[in-house]
């Protein structure tokens, strides 16, 4: 029998949605308008929500101060590499540990989540004195090292959970028709599993496109930098921030992960309908 929420349970529910959107929404909004303000309302007393007389200047002017665009594509390569060789690394290993049953699957999954815990802070020496021995240090090599090692665990833990959701059934069956391990693989369970794919290559990109603290000690070079530390270098010598510029390059700092996420945002979710089958 299904039990239907009463109207004011109902729209009770959806204030509360509404409040987390607003709540989520506010930064990001209060962000564009700043970025558009001129100096002089970004100083006033009295903010407004939308810019009375809107300009690019701030854009212009970010672009002028700092090497944006070469910051971005530094940003950009280092990302896009991070997911592809997190995601090809951990595919085979998730697969691995999610048909395997015993305590060392246990073991690695529990791994996985502890690793999560440790703070940047304890992991920053160690990881500089072995890119030190390798030569990596101030290299995007080494920066794309550090951020597959960072988001492996987690996109271990996440495809784990969807290589479980595939039904063992299914590549049985595979095999009973007469298809080799290798073709169940690469037809039934690769496209059942690319929009787990898709979503931890998403999430590692995402995560090193934000990440601030490694590419700060370990790029020292000004021409390879990327993007999350360059908006740093908008603080003045006695930390005032030059907000107008500031609000502007982190505006377009932020676009190409909202860009992403709403290009496969319905790929994720097809995919996911795709998979579902009837028992």
């Known amino acids: ?8 349970a109902r729209a009770g529910q959806y204030a509360a949605l509404l409040c987390y959107l607003v709540f989520l929404a506010f930064p990001f909004l209060w962000l564009i308008s700043t970025a558009f303000k001129p100096a002089r309302e970004l100083a ?13 200047d701030n854009f212009r002017q970010a672009f002028d101060e700092q090497p944006l665009v070469r910051a971005a594509g530094n940003s950009l390569g280092a990302a896009l590499s991070a997911a592809v060789i997190a995601v090809v ?12 049953r015993g305590r060392l699957a246990a073991a690695a999954t529990g791994w996985v989540v502890v690793s999560q815990a440790f703070p940047f802070v304890l992991l920053i020496i160690p990881l500089f004195l072995v890119l030190k021995n390798l030569h990596l240090i101030n290299s995007v090599p080494g920066l794309v090292m550090v951020y597959v090692v960072w988001s492996l665990p987690f996109a271990l833990w996440m495809l784990v959970g969807y290589v479980r959701a ?6 049985e069956a ?19 599993l ?18 601030f603290f490694f590419a700060l000690v370990l790029l020292k070079s000004p021409e390879k930098q990327t993007l999350p530390v360059i908006l740093t270098h908008f603080l003045g010598a006695e930390g005032v921030a030059d907000l107008g510029p500031l609000a502007a390059a982190a505006f377009l700092a932020t676009l190409p992960s909202l860009v992403i996420f709403a290009v496969i945002q319905r790929r994720i ?11």
């Open 269 to 279: 979710t097809g995919g996911m309908l795709a998979g579902a089958v009837k028992s």
């Open 44 to 56: 006033s007393l009295h903010p407004t929500w939308i810019p009375e007389h809107p300009t690019l």
């Open 166 to 171: 595939v039904p063992v059934e299914l590549e």
């Open 89 to 100: 690394v951990a595919t085979p290993l998730a697969y691995v540990m999610a048909r395997t």
């Open 1 to 8: 029998m299904n039990v239907r929420t009463r109207g004011p």
């Open 174 to 192: 595979a095999s009973v028709d007469g298809a080799g391990r290798l073709r169940t693989l690469v037809s039934v369970t690769a496209p059942l």
């Open 194 to 211: 690319l929009p787990g794919i898709v979503a931890t290559a998403l999430f590692a990109f995402i995560t090193a496109w934000n990440e």
